[in-house]
């Protein structure tokens, strides 16, 4: 999704800008730029292309003054082009504007300028906000009002950051669309996430739904609903350096290996308030999307067979279509970002029905976390790559915790970092893997019980990285349909842990087999290890904890896959690290 930067301050505006943006680029974009004032000018530069490309072109860090607004655009209205790219300016050429998000009756508001005389240079939903505060600026609104009354003409979700010739002010907005305030010493910042100011500063404030903001060198004034107001600020023990490379090539496999660290911490989470809140609940709902959801998948899961306690797992953006929701229900709200807007309304219309909410997030005040009654952190600190890998392990360690938790227990972790190492040593035969592989586009992945979701989890890292076709089924569906795809050569990756289900499991890989299926096995069975053409020997652990550790050779089987194609697994095409429209 477009990610908004916004300086004031002392130092020069257009490089502290650049570098913001940079450390913003994993959001995913397709055209950036930068818009500074100095001397009486406005300076505006914007591309198609990557953040480098761009700056190889224009030389971005070459505008003048120490105020200014930088975007990277995520095309949703118009295609990537020079002209649709932010920052958009009005019919004055003095006021420059940034956007994240979708105005969804911008089209009306369009005719109405136009009468008045406005002329659109793009095909965003973007530039009718530069001309509506440019309106409301001839009223003789001041910029803050200009912004406010434009805004509250707006249906659909926005972060904005303003700038305007001769003020020495920014003037931020939102409503649905995260945007951060971060704290310097005579200077003040702005972006849509905490990641990009790092370098910068560690203190910030999180606006709220419906806040415009005015930030000048000194400081940030809160306005909602035409009043003041205080917003908190929070300190973030993040560092920059979590969220730089440190050597490794790829952000991916730097977060892939960083479970080691990330899956004890989040073990160590406590979530005895969460665990009272799910005991005393009447109905459990679990909502997440994509990787959050199959999370939550393995928490239903884990709590009917510990608890004995029934719990609703839903597609966020589905949540409104059928669940129950009734006073007594808890809603347990999983995004690593806090900021998924299928999420955030499922939450809104939850509570809209007097639900409590449990958020499970990774980011520290974000929108999700504010609003929730109570909230765990997973602890997982800053993830940069898009997809979701240590953070899904830290979702799935706090959520393990939790449910056992509810029936008094505790998982069993023994020497657990150790098995992670053993198990992140499987990378160079996953990689040879992957390499006999590199010319296969279809892949099927199974698993029963709580290697179901993990099944999933590992198709969606296969499909989002490595743009191949991947399905993952409950390998008991398989005989109902998806067999009559199975033929010569097709790889099935088959995550067969000892246990009940071993014996199943291994009735199911020979199926394949007999079909003339490839099979990698994932497993700790001889028995099972012996049926594959791909054995990848695992080490033993508690039931509870096996997503865990099953996970970790798909999410390398996804990296390697990638690398073999010649793609960048930091940044897949499409795709987004928030994403923040419906
Ligand atoms: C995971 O690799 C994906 N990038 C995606 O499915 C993600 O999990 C989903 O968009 C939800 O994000 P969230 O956890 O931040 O809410």
Redesign the pocket.
Known sequence: MCGIVGYIGYRKAAPTILNCLKALEYRGYDSAGIATASNGSLHVKRDVGKIAEVHEKHNLRDLGGSIGIGHTRWATHGVPSMANAHPLVDCTGKLAIVHNGVIENYSEIKEWLSKKGHKFKSDTDTEVAAHLIEENLKRGLNLEKAVGSAVARFKGNYAFAVLRLGEKKLVLARDGSPLVVGFGKNEMFAASDVPALLKYTRQFAFMEDGDVAVITRKGAQFIHKGRRVKRRKTNVNWSADMAQKEGWPHFTIKEINEQVVSIPAALRVGVKRGAELVRKAKRIHII?????YHASLIFKQLLANHAGLECDAWVASEYKEGAVIKPGTLVIA???????LD?ALAVKHAKAKRAKVLAITNVVGSSLARGANANIYINAGPEVS???TK?FTAQVAVLTSLALAVAGKKPKKGRFAKKIKQVLKLGRQIKKIAKKLRTTNDYFFIGRGLMAPVSMEGA??LK?IAYVHAEAYPAGELKHGPLSLIADGIPIIALAPTGANEPKMLGNIKECKARGGRIMAVSNSLRIIREADWGVNMPKACDELTPLLYIIPLQLLAYYACLERKLDPDKPRN?A???TVE
Do not use: D, P
């Open positions: 997440g999307c994509g990787t959050s999983v995004s690593q970002s806090g900021e998924t999420t898009v997809v979701a953070t969606l890292k989002e795709l690290k928030s994403v």
